[in-house]
């Protein structure tokens, strides 16, 4: 609904003040907004509740934007004024859209409600009372690359002969931002999580110290600080705590779930002087412990704000009650969680089916011609998404795409074949199959210690196209470092005149390549896991030159160049992490590699917290699908890192019958 607009003897459009209308019969509001046609039981008693603290647990596809949207409108309806009431999101984009719906719901008073990210708002207090704090107004904030710099300075500085195995400067940034946001000390955060650095933890201790007041010194600023500079604007001065709290009398907090500790501090600051908080959230999607957000901050509102009211929204507008059958049979095995049981009004006769394939390949194939079956039932390719544990478990699928023509996006984390590692490994087995290839040989080269373009520049024209590669073809000039990259040449040349298979070449170059592997990344246990991958789809071959024709005639992304244009984006079909598919859907959903080991994790068997996520991570990915979900699975996947042959469905499959999750069995076809 727009604004009235009434027009003066002068001509002249003046906007209509709008009035609360009282009844004279009684002293109740006549509201512009029909809410109880509007809303659903549990979303209208939402809306309605004007003070004291609100917990709403909102299940997926709930319509729990529209119940912040109508929130904001019925509190300015009952006459609180926009400016006392603050909405804060995780993106600028969702606050903007849930103002411009309540705008649309009543009228243009909603613009003037605060709303914005945590961030954003921390940006705009902390520049009225810099000051206070000791600060310059016009401090600069900076990025993720700035705040790298400033810790590459100081490390430098202060360490300039550092020991072999040192954090890199965005490791330390890293340790630095989850030390803040979940408010552990950094020593603390090694321990638990980067104990490979424990050798070093004074050092590091002592940047952070260093960078504190080196961003003090120059008035800069990164991410964490603005959060961290609020609560400590708010502890440290009682007066701007209170004038604070009573200029926003009336907090809604979108995605609950996902705030850090430091963001609950703030908020409990905040409401320090009316407890009139409305959270927002599904305990059943927070996925992002990685990110620093806490679980507990959901699960302990009750504990941290008086007398809360618990509101469920589990009516649900997006799937179908088979698949709602299934997901409230997933997330019923959580250890700790709001119980809900999500409905639909969305009948089908379709369930949800669990496909065991032969392995990654059949997996592949299955996925990539039920996709072609659906386009034949005139779903759209937009509409269809294929979600997976980590990036690098669609390879397989994102080749078999290509070769058929199907084009396709891909979102959560770089390409396979676009990592740094890979690449590598990829130009080594170049190397051995085309010795003139002057592109790989100097990618190679460079990752030897001690060597530079510029030895490289004077290497290349005497090894390049050589047969043979040894030693002695180095430059006189370079005969005290032959001890450098007599192992490189001897892999190579090894590889080259050995007859082997495919795979034992894979795994010769991997084997050599590792050490390299663990001095460059400080993350290398994680990129380790690729290579596992990489030599796995390397036993689906059985030339070198099959493989990398494969890796470069049809690329994953090869059919899709230029995808993200806006002209064509809407006709690939998606491939996505399941952390970067939260809060999206689509008509039909795979839920790829559903191995035990892989999904969930084996990294998690030993920590209830983290199996309790990997069981999140299954829920948000079902509850995307609309009308069709499929979960694959491969009979035969090989894991290098544990020796063994994984072969059995995630375990979050047990006990749910036949009548739940059909049982599609096409290992046998």
């Known amino acids: 609904m727009g604004n009235d607009v009434i027009t003066t003897k002068e001509n002249k459009p003046e906007r209509k003040k709008y009035i609360l209308k009282r009844s004279k019969s009684r002293n109740n509001i006549t509201y512009k907004v029909d809410y109880e ?33 109508y929130r904001v409108a019925r509190l300015i309806e009952d006459g609180i004024k926009p400016e006392n009431i603050l909405l804060l999101t995780f993106t600028r984009k969702a606050s903007a859209e849930m103002l411009n719906r309540a705008t649309a719901v009543l009228d243009d008073r909603c613009e003037n409600v605060a709303g914005g990210t945590f961030h954003s708002f921390a940006n705009m207090i902390l520049r009225k009372y810099s000051k ?103 502890e440290d001065n009682e007066n701007i705590r209170k004038k604070l709290s009573n200029q926003y009398k009336y907090i ?41 957000a806490n679980y507990r901050n959901i699960m302990d509102f009750p504990k941290m704000f008086k007398d809360v009211k618990i509101i469920k929204l589990e009516q649900n507008y997006r799937s179908t009650q088979p698949i709602l059958n299934f997901t409230n049979k997933i997330i019923a095995k959580a250890k700790e969680k709001y119980a809900k049981t999500l409905f639909s009004d969305i009948k089908s006769d379709v369930m949800p089916a669990l496909i065991c394939a032969r392995d990654s390949q059949m997996e592949a194939d299955f996925i990539c011609q039920r996709v072609l079956e659906l386009m034949d039932e005139d779903i759209e390719l937009s509409d269809i998404c294929v979600l997976a544990r980590n990036s690098r478990m669609s390879f397989n699928l994102e080749i078999e795409l290509s070769k058929r023509g199907i084009p396709f996006q891909k979102f959560g984390g770089p390409k396979f074949m676009e990592t740094a590692h890979i690449k590598d490994i990829v130009a080594h087995l170049r190397v051995i199959l085309n010795p003139d290839d002057e592109v790989s040989l100097s990618r190679i080269l460079l990752l ?41 040449f001897d892999v190579i040349q090894r590889e080259r005149v050995s007859p082997k298979s495919l795979q034992d070449i894979v795994e010769s170059i991997i084997k050599y390549y590792h050490p390299i592997l ?11 896991k690729d290579l596992e991958h990489f030599l796995y789809l390397s036993t689906q071959y059985s030339k070198l030159s099959d493989f990398l024709s494969d890796l470069a005639l049809e690329p994953p992304d090869r059919s899709v160049e230029g995808m993200y244009k806006k002209n064509i984006k809407d006709d690939c079909l998606t491939i996505s992490t399941i952390h970067s598919a939260k809060g999206l859907e689509w008509d039909s959903v795979f839920i790829i590699g559903a191995v035990d080991g892989r999904f969930p994790s084996a990294y998690s068997f030993n920590s209830p917290e983290e199996m309790d996520e990997e069981l999140r991570l299954m829920y ?43 049982l599609w069995d096409i290992a046998e076809g």
């Open 252 to 292: 809604l907090v979108d995605e609950y779930q996902d705030t850090n500790t430091l963001q609950a501090d703030i908020i409990k600051l905040l409401a320090s002087e009316h407890n009139n908080v409305m959270a927002v959230g599904d305990d059943a999607q927070s996925i992002y412990s990685f990110r620093g």
């Open 448 to 488: 030897l210690k001690g060597v530079g373009a510029q030895t490289v520049n004077s290497i290349i024209p005497v090894i390049k196209g050589q047969d043979k590669l040894d030693i002695k073809l180095l430059p006189d000039k370079l005969s005290k470092k032959s001890a450098n990259f007599k192992p490189l």
């Open 518 to 528: 663990k001095d460059k990344y400080d993350d290398y246990t994680k990129r380790e």
């Open 37 to 69: 046609n509007e809303l659903n039981p549990a979303q209208l008693e939402a809306v309605k509740v004007k003070d004291g603290a609100v917990l709403v647990i909102a299940g997926a596809g709930s319509g729990k934007t529209k119940t912040l949207t």
């Open 620 to 662: 948000v990915a079902a509850t995307r699908a609309k009308n069709n979900l499929y979960i694959t699975y491969p009979v035969n996947m090989y894991d290098y890192s544990m020796d063994m042959v994984l072969s059995k469905p995630s375990r979050f499959l047990d006990n749910i019958d036949e009548d739940t999750l059909e």
């Open 132 to 234: 206070i704090l000791g600060l310059k107004n016009n401090f600069t904030i900076m990025d993720s690359a700035d705040a790298e710099d400033v810790i590459n300075h100081i490390t430098s500085k202060l360490y300039p002969k550092k020991e072999k195995r040192f954090p890199k400067k965005s490791t330390i940034l890293e340790i630095y931002s989850k030390s803040v946001n979940k408010e552990i000390p950094t020593k603390k955060i090694i321990e638990t999580e980067f104990s490979q650095f424990e050798h070093c933890t004074e050092q590091i201790i002592e940047i952070h110290k260093n960078y504190v007041n080196y961003k003090r010194e120059n008035s800069l600023f990164d991410y964490d600080d603005l959060l961290l500079y609020l609560k400590f604007l708010m």
